[in-house]
């Protein structure tokens, strides 16, 4: 198997009729040859990622169809029962048991299910493996995958994003785009390398309530912030969740959210670069933000809506909302903002 959803691994796509191209272009990079051209280019390196990618449908289903490509996914525990992707009710499920405060929990994906999606395409003939995950910071998906490529007999390059979300997904899209060219693993782990860290992400949270229940921040700050009602934003730097800012109220927190992410959008460089707008069942108030984002600071910007998946909406909870922004751009919404020393 090669985790959940994917297709079996090949080393050369094989599209269908009309020449879709295996996912969405980019300005100034080449999309891959259709099947059938004289100058198709085989490709070398195959990409792994998890599910914190937070890919949206349409780009998943694209990555798989093109091939070389696949997604393992991340447990999560509601209530001390484990939810597996193949449940259509596990986002509902944990929309519940936040509402109701039940214990949710996540793990790392079992280095069993990574190391099968390994073999499956150094057995397709691949020549390497690029595998691409969430900060090593906020899970031990990085070790897993360090575990699962000791028996593998192809190169297997693990990259720590130091992100999530669709930064982390940038980063994958911008491996496969590079790999459909024939590029080697060096250059591949540099593409999603490069492609997260420029990513801008900025994430509104009601409390830091579940955040302090997973872990992901001090207790003492999450006590102070309930006390003072600070609705803070948040983003990520050196892997590490960090406050940008302590707004003490929720309408003032969406207007500094909107402002930061417009900011940082209008200033990207990239051409049409994107905007995506995480959520936890709130699709509409998602597209709401979204298209007043790029109506008001860039409108050549390509709109993403994407539902946070469990593994991250368990730990940031109900009415989360998060702007990932395509970079590099001159205005990061971590200006001044200092990453914690390690162990803090």
């Given at each position: 198997m090669?985790?959940?959803?994917?297709?079996s691994?090949?080393?050369?796509?094989?599209?269908?009729e009309?020449g879709?191209?295996?996912?969405?272009?980019?300005?100034?990079?080449?999309?891959?040859?259709?099947?059938?051209d004289?100058?198709?280019?085989?490709r070398?390196?195959?990409?792994?990622?998890d599910?914190?990618?937070?890919l949206?449908?349409?780009?998943r289903?694209a990555?798989?169809?093109?091939?070389?490509?696949?997604?393992?996914?991340?447990?999560?525990?509601?209530?001390?029962?484990?939810?597996?992707?193949d449940?259509?009710?596990?986002?509902?499920?944990?929309?519940?048991?936040?509402?109701?405060?039940?214990?949710?929990?996540?793990?790392?994906?079992?280095?069993?299910?990574m190391?099968?999606?390994?073999?499956?395409?150094?057995?397709?003939?691949?020549?390497?493996?690029?595998?691409v995950?969430?900060?090593?910071?906020?899970?031990?998906?990085?070790?897993?995958?360090?575990i699962a490529?000791?028996?593998?007999?192809?190169p297997?390059?693990?990259v720590?994003?130091?992100?999530?979300?669709?930064?982390?997904?940038?980063?994958?899209r911008?491996a496969?785009?590079?790999a459909?060219?024939?590029?080697?693993?060096d250059?591949?782990?540099?593409?999603?390398?490069?492609?997260?860290?420029r990513?801008?992400?900025?994430?509104?949270?009601?409390?830091l309530?579940?955040?302090r229940?997973?872990?992901?921040?001090?207790p003492?700050?999450?006590?102070?912030?309930?006390?003072?009602?600070?609705?803070?934003l948040?983003s990520?730097?050196?892997?590490k969740?960090?406050?940008?800012?302590?707004?003490?109220?929720l309408?003032?927190?969406?207007?500094?959210?909107?402002?930061?992410?417009?900011?940082?959008?209008?200033?990207?460089?990239?051409?049409?670069?994107?905007?995506?707008?995480h959520?936890?069942?709130?699709?509409h108030?998602?597209?709401?933000?979204?298209e007043?984002l790029v109506?008001?600071?860039?409108?050549?910007?390509?709109?993403?809506?994407?539902?946070?998946?469990?593994?991250?909406?368990?730990?940031?909870g109900?009415?989360?909302k998060?702007a990932v922004v395509?970079?590099?751009?001159s205005?990061?919404v971590?200006?001044?903002?200092?990453?914690?020393?390690?162990?803090?």
């Open positions: 090669t985790g959940h959803g994917s297709r691994p090949s080393a050369r796509s094989h599209e269908g009309g879709l191209r295996p996912f969405p272009a980019r300005p100034g990079v080449a999309a891959a040859p259709a099947p059938g004289d100058d198709v280019v085989a070398r390196v195959a990409v792994v990622t599910s914190a990618a937070a949206p449908d349409s780009w289903h990555f798989e169809t093109a091939g070389g490509f696949a997604l393992v996914d991340m447990p999560v525990l509601i209530g001390g029962q484990l939810h597996t992707e449940e259509a009710d596990r986002a509902s499920s944990l929309v519940v048991a936040l509402a109701e405060g039940r214990p949710v929990t996540t793990s790392r994906p079992a280095p069993g299910r190391r099968a999606a390994y073999r499956g395409f150094e057995e397709a003939g691949f020549e390497a493996v690029v595998s995950h969430l900060s090593g910071e906020l899970s031990g998906t990085v070790g897993a995958a360090r490529r000791q028996d593998i007999g192809i297997v390059r693990i720590d994003t130091a992100s999530a979300g669709l930064a982390q997904g940038l980063g994958v911008a496969l785009e590079e459909a060219s024939g590029a080697g693993i250059d591949v782990a540099r593409a999603a390398h490069e492609a997260s860290a990513a801008q992400v900025l994430i509104q949270v009601r409390s309530e579940t955040l229940r997973g872990g992901r921040v001090n003492t700050t999450a006590r102070v912030g309930s006390v003072l009602q600070i609705k803070p948040l990520l730097a050196e892997g969740i960090v406050t940008v800012e302590r707004p003490v109220s309408s003032r927190a969406q207007q500094r959210f909107m402002v930061l992410a417009g900011e940082a959008l209008r200033d990207a460089e990239p051409q049409r670069p994107v905007l995506c707008v959520h936890v069942a709130d699709p108030g998602a597209r709401e933000i979204g007043v109506d008001r600071y860039r409108p050549d910007a390509e709109l993403v809506l994407s539902e946070l998946p469990p593994v991250l909406s368990a730990h940031v109900l009415g989360t998060a395509e970079g590099p751009t205005s990061p971590t200006h001044g903002v200092k990453a914690p020393q390690s162990g803090a």
